[in-house]
């Protein structure tokens, strides 16, 4: 007889603990998720596609995500993206060549009052400036690893 499918927060801390691990959700582990679940890997999948969260390709160690919503649009976020191309010299979704950085974007962070906002990790940065933005890409470098 067959288990009944877990809580959904047992997928979603599996999940977790592999994206933390291994900074992406590389196929290999969705399926050996889905066998020790024992739940279909299209439900494995729609999980980790659902929560921005999850990567199914690999990341930059810091993962820049710079809002564009329409605050932030308004407020210059678009410069700010362009200057962060060139600074960490990457494409949206590329990762920079010392494995630091990913660049993206998305579209609400739901701080307006601070646009053009961007968020590195669970740190919210407002009030953006392209000198802003230099300063936190620069602290992050010289962080010890």
Same mark, same amino acid.
């Given at each position: 007889?067959?288990?009944?499918?877990?809580?959904?927060?047992?997928?979603?801390?599996?999940?977790?603990?592999?994206?933390?691990?291994?900074?992406?959700?590389?196929?290999?582990?969705?399926?050996?998720?889905?066998?020790?679940? @024992?739940?279909?890997?299209?439900?494995?999948? !729609?999980?980790?596609?659902?929560?921005?969260?999850?990567?199914?390709?690999?990341?930059?160690?810091?993962?820049?995500?710079?809002?564009?919503?329409?605050?932030?649009?308004?407020?210059? %976020?678009?410069?700010?993206?362009? $200057?962060?191309?060139?600074?960490?010299?990457?494409?949206?979704?590329?990762?920079? @060549?010392?494995?630091?950085?990913?660049?993206?974007?998305?579209?609400?962070?739901?701080?307006? !009052?601070? %646009?053009?906002?961007?968020?590195?990790?669970?740190?919210? $940065?407002?009030?953006?400036?392209? %000198?802003?933005?230099?300063?936190?890409?620069?602290?992050?470098?010289?962080?010890?690893?």
């Amino acid at each position: 007889m067959k288990q009944t499918p877990p809580q959904g927060g047992v997928l979603i801390r599996q999940l977790h603990g592999i994206q933390s691990r291994l900074n992406y959700l590389p196929r290999e582990e969705l399926e050996r998720v889905s066998e020790q679940l @024992d739940i279909p890997l299209s439900q494995v999948y !729609s999980v980790a596609t659902f929560f921005t969260s999850f990567s199914l390709t690999p990341v930059g160690k810091h993962v820049v995500n710079v809002c564009v919503g329409t605050t932030c649009h308004v407020k210059g %976020a678009s410069g700010i993206v362009e $200057y962060m191309e060139r600074r960490l010299e990457i494409p949206l979704d590329g990762i920079s @060549d010392d494995g630091l950085f990913t660049l993206r974007t998305l579209r609400c962070l739901g701080c307006c !009052s601070l %646009a053009p906002v961007m968020k590195i990790g669970d740190k919210v $940065y407002g009030h953006l400036t392209r %000198a802003k933005a230099e300063k936190i890409i620069q602290r992050i470098r010289k962080a010890p690893s």
